[in-house]
């Protein structure tokens, strides 16, 4: 989930993150919406400045 988080930080897409990481996209979705989940994030871009605060 770690990785999905730092491919979500630069932008990339559910479809990019699930190429490079060789994954379905409904695998990155479900992480994804994890990831929201635990921030308690509601969007892409929120979730984003998350990250980048947390460094």
Known sequence: M???AL???RG???VEIAEAMTLSSNTV???VKAIFAKLGT???AETVQ???AAG
């Open 12 to 14: 990339r897409s559910n």
């Open 29 to 31: 979705n479900y992480h």
């Open 42 to 44: 509601h969007g892409r």
């Open 50 to 52: 998350h990250i980048l």
């Open 2 to 4: 770690q990785e999905i």
């Open 7 to 9: 491919h979500l930080a």
